[in-house]
Nanobody, 121 residues
């Protein structure tokens, strides 16, 4: 099994910053993509930032210039630095990993449990 553990959420005032972390562990042969989604109450889950299979990064338009995704490949860890936070960034943030357990197995998505980010004064 592949486990993803997120940390770093919390309550922050508008304009503030938070840094999320997500560490993948378990039976991992290769991680082909890794990143963050979020889901606000009453809304669909949406992509926030990700490392694609090609190694490039992709961001939602709403967070470009404010959020930065980074990673530590040796530790199978991905980070999300969130600056200039706005109330509309309030959501549960979910980490995902597009991973293979063996050389021969297909690559599937694994999800973390989610971490709450609340932006409010």
């Amino acid at each position: 099994q592949v486990h993803l553990v997120e940390s770093g959420g919390g309550l922050v005032q508008p304009g503030g910053s938070l840094r999320l972390s997500c560490a993948a562990s378990g039976s991992i042969f290769r991680i082909n993509g890794m990143g963050w989604y979020r889901q606000a109450p009453g809304k669909q889950r949406e992509l926030v930032a990700t490392f694609t299979r090609g190694g490039s990064t992709d961001y939602a338009d709403s967070v470009k210039g404010r959020f930065t995704i980074s990673r530590d490949n040796a530790e199978n860890t991905v980070y999300l630095q969130m600056n200039s936070l706005k109330p509309e960034d309030t959501a549960v943030y979910y980490c995902y990993a597009d991973a293979q357990k063996t050389y021969y197995s297909g690559s599937i998505y694994y999800w973390g449990q989610g971490t709450q980010v609340t932006v409010s004064s």
